[in-house]
């Protein structure tokens, strides 16, 4: 947005560098002006001015560096998804069968492989098993207590 203050502009007067400068500038000089109607006047005409501008100039923001930049690039990455959205082929019910399907197949084909692969290098089922059997099944007293508990008749 252009300045609305340059087309009325004069190098005739000075400036100041802040709007808070102009305003105690302002002040003083009407303040130095007798009381009665050229004070009220120009009281009235200065702040017809400010409240003027104070509507019409937008507030603004000032950019963080970069921000222009990175604006420029989301609004380019955003361009581009939405061009990547209209290329892409819509996902439908057969679309999701045969990725399905597909993920199926692979893991029919594949798990079992890969269980033994890893049974193989990780686990020693022979070395396990006897030594559950050794700590649970104590095949020794289950005799002896079938034999104790036996009768036993021989007739010659």
């Known amino acids: 947005m252009s300045n609305p203050f340059k087309p009325h502009a004069s190098n005739l007067f000075a400036d100041r560098e802040s709007i808070d400068a102009v305003m105690i500038y302002v002040n003083n000089v009407i303040n130095s002006m007798e009381p009665g109607q050229d004070r009220i006047a120009a009281t009235t005409a200065i702040m017809i001015l400010v409240n003027t501008a104070a509507k019409l100039w937008p507030e603004a923001s000032i950019p963080a560096p970069g921000a222009v930049e990175l604006e420029l ?15 892409r082929p819509p996902v439908t019910d057969v679309v999701v069968q045969v990725v399905q399907s597909e993920i ?24 396990d098993i006897e030594t559950w059997m050794d700590n649970n099944m104590d095949i020794e007293n289950e005799v002896r207590e079938v034999l104790s508990s036996a009768n036993l008749s021989i007739t010659f």
Request: cysteine-free; glycine content about 0%.
């Open 73 to 87: 690039r989301l609004e380019a990455l955003a361009e581009r998804v939405s061009e990547l959205e209209q290329s």
């Open 104 to 127: 199926e197949a692979w893991a029919d084909d594949n798990f079992n492989n890969l269980a033994d692969d890893w049974l193989r290098n990780h686990a020693d089922l022979d070395s």
